[in-house]
């Protein structure tokens, strides 16, 4: 089992990344966005809530988000691990996560950490805004998006780092140059899991 959470700002390129390394590394994505905007899709009154919150930049609550990332995992019992694209998004997510995958014995691996500038970040969200069809990448809402990210999602690079499970990678160059460092950073973590289990 390989556990990969994907972090990043709103147009860090996450959902790219994600999709590549699920190719490369044969894992199950799960992305507590598109499992909202599915919800939202079906009309359902959750989907109601949920556009609430999404609509406005927030966060939704942590019950709703949980409880569906919770049920999808459960539908995957025979992934050969999953990579995390937009969850845990707070401390409090987090702790939660680290629960819940203590109980199955199938701790976090790696936590990649995407950056990019907060200009480009801008420059990217407003070209996908066009094409995206999504209702929250509008500028008003994403300099919010980009404001929750900053004060809720970045205090995670300390809790991760204090785990020594965080990978920064610089998001900033070509998608296929992002893809060679983040497929680095996990081939190394795999490798020196290889070792450990020789020696033992
Ligand atoms: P994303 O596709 O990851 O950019 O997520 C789109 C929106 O879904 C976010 O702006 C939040 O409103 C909501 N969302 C996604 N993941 C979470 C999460 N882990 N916690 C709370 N809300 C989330």
Redesign the pocket.
Known sequence: MLNIVIFGP?GSG??TQSCRILEKYSLTHI???????EEMAQDSALGEQ?RK??NK??????EI?ICK?NNTIEKHTDAKGFIF??????IN?AILFDDMLDLRATPIDLVISVDVAEEELLKRLAGRSEDSG?S?DKEEIIWK?ID?YKSQSLPLVSYYSQQEKLVKINGMDHVDAVFGKISLAIDTYLEKQEVLTEVR
Do not use: A, N, W
């Open positions: 709103p996450k959902g992305s507590t966005g598109d499992l909202m905007r949920i919150y999404i930049g927030l966060l939704v609550p942590d988000v990332l694209d937009g969850f845990p998004r707070t997510q999504r929250d998006r929750v």
